[in-house]
């Protein structure tokens, strides 16, 4: 039972343009939610974060959306640039684990 | 700056045999994890361990074991390894956890291939 989803494996956005990433999630004791970023043959590593109480956390050019409600966050990356593609993986905490999803590779063409 | 360092990088093994990944962090982070990637089903949780001397299972934690016999060292061992267990395995660590800060750090990956 995958309590944290991405539906989209993949996307591709042209430089410049806006990504956006979407996580739904299905436990609503999740009381933080991350996002990861992983490139090819290395760890992912922590892109940004939001709690629960929040609807919106900023930093630089990537914003995370949390709609409580809908159990959905989403991360949006204005203005994309080619270094960021790699695989996200939204995250959230709970129980003293932090449970994945599954992914999305973005692709940005130059 | 080591972080957390994961052995060997890549391996083959036949099915039935036995192996150990190795992970050592220099962080003296309490809390230490391993994940395994697998295409489409994101990362999973295999086993945990919150202080050394203690352990804890996953989501996916059959045919697995691992032991926390102090801070830095967290070795996964397959007993028998079987084919689905061919993945790339990532350890990770943090200082306390389930941390909602982010500071989960993950080590460079292993790949195992059983045939």
């Known amino acids: 039972d995958q309590q944290v989803k991405q539906n989209s494996p993949s996307l591709s956005v042209q430089e410049g343009r806006i990504s956006i990433l979407n996580c739904d999630y299905t436990n609503s004791m999740f009381d933080y939610f991350l996002w990861y970023k992983k490139y090819p043959a290395e760890g992912p590593t922590f892109l940004i974060s939001?709690?629960?109480?929040?609807d919106k956390n900023e930093d630089g050019r990537f914003t995370v959306f949390l709609n409580k409600s809908a159990k959905h966050l989403s991360l949006h990356i204005v203005p994309s640039q080619p270094g960021d593609s790699a695989v996200y993986f939204c995250?959230?905490?709970?129980?003293?684990?932090?449970?994945f999803g599954t992914g999305t590779k973005l692709q940005v063409i130059p | 700056t080591a972080g957390i360092t994961q052995a060997p990088t890549s391996q083959i093994l036949a099915a039935g045999r036995s192996m150990t990944l190795r992970c050592t962090q220099d962080m003296r982070h309490n809390a230490m994890y391993w994940y395994r990637q697998d295409l489409g089903l994101g990362l999973r949780l295999i086993h945990y361990s919150n202080t050394a001397g203690t352990t804890g299972k996953g989501e996916v934690p059959d045919g697995y074991s691992v032991s926390r016999a102090n801070t830095d060292d967290f070795p996964l061992t397959l007993a028998s390894a079987v084919p689905s267990q061919t993945s790339v395995y990532f350890c990770?660590?943090?200082?306390?956890?389930?941390?909602?800060?982010?500071?989960?750090?993950f080590g460079e990956g292993s790949r195992l291939t059983v045939l």
């Open positions: 939001i709690s629960s109480i929040k």
């Open positions: 995250a959230a905490t709970g129980y003293q684990k932090v449970t």
């Open positions: 990770a660590s943090s200082e306390v956890p389930a941390p909602n800060t982010g500071d989960l750090f």
